[in-house]
């Protein structure tokens, strides 16, 4: 089977969000099972994990799907591995303005809180869909990265101070943005604020919009590895090799 048989990670969380088709997987801490379509594995690698992650398409052999991977900080990267199988019954759905609907996989939104929680980066992973011809404003934190990615039709993406000073009403505020209109495929990295402004027009618009505390801390990555120093990274390697790598459990 094609796919990514057992191999390490260490220093992160890898976030997997399943659209079409199934991911199986297994890990070294004992847990299996299949990344289904709306559902979501949240694994915290920490000190160490090894896992195999086999994708099988739908019928037709179609698959769609997503994995982040969220960086630790140095005060955090030899923590505990832990994972999180979240199926799609379990993510919560809220409907927004003129008729948007957002699935909430980790943050909050309208007092909704997603599945998962105390992550250490503080992130919001959230699933939207605007209808035609409308806008939402929504809150993130001064100083978080944030992006859109966005997976179906077009919209514009633009970050505000205070999007109550926008009439919210579509047209106006199309009319104020015609440079920032973003296609399918393709990722919008905002600059910092504490809103994002995000209409559609003509078309229906679905996007990924995701957020996460940055750590301004020097990153030192190789394969499936991400540490602070190359140092680090040359003992993960031999310890792997030595067959130490593994922390949890002893």
């Not at 000190?47 to 994995?67: A, L, N, T, V």
């Not at 078309?203 to 499936?224: C, D, N, Q, T």
Request: proline share 6%; charged share 25%.
């Amino acid at each position: 089977m094609k796919g990514f048989p057992w191999h390490p990670h260490r220093g992160i969380e890898t976030i997997t969000y399943m659209l079409r088709g199934e991911v199986d997987h297994g890990d070294s801490m004992g847990n299996s099972g299949s990344i289904r379509p709306g559902g979501v594995q949240w694994m915290t690698a920490g000190s160490g994990i090894i896992h195999q992650e086999m994708p099988r398409g739908q019928d037709d052999g179609s698959m769609w799907g997503f994995q982040l991977w969220a960086n630790l900080p140095a005060s955090r990267k030899m923590m505990t591995p832990r994972y999180r199988d979240v199926k799609r019954d379990t993510v919560p759905e809220v409907t927004l303005a003129g008729g948007a609907k957002a699935k909430i996989i980790c943050g909050n939104v309208m007092g909704t809180e997603g599945p998962v929680t105390d992550i250490v980066i503080e992130p919001e992973y959230l699933d939207v869909t605007l209808q035609p011809g409308t806008t939402i404003g929504h809150a993130v934190k001064e100083g978080h990265t944030v992006f859109a990615y966005v997976l179906d039709g077009e919209g514009y993406f633009d970050q505000v101070r205070d999007p109550y000073s926008y009439e919210i009403k579509g047209a106006n505020y199309f009319d104020m943005n015609r440079d920032c209109l973003v296609k399918n495929e393709s990722l919008v990295l905002f600059d910092d604020g504490d809103h994002v402004l995000i209409s559609a027009d003509k078309s229906a618009v679905r996007f990924l919009l995701v957020s996460g505390k940055p750590l301004k801390e020097p990153v030192a990555w190789f394969g499936p590895i991400v540490m602070n120093t190359q140092e680090e990274l040359k003992m993960a390697f031999e310890e792997y090799r030595e067959g130490t790598f593994i922390k949890h459990g002893k």
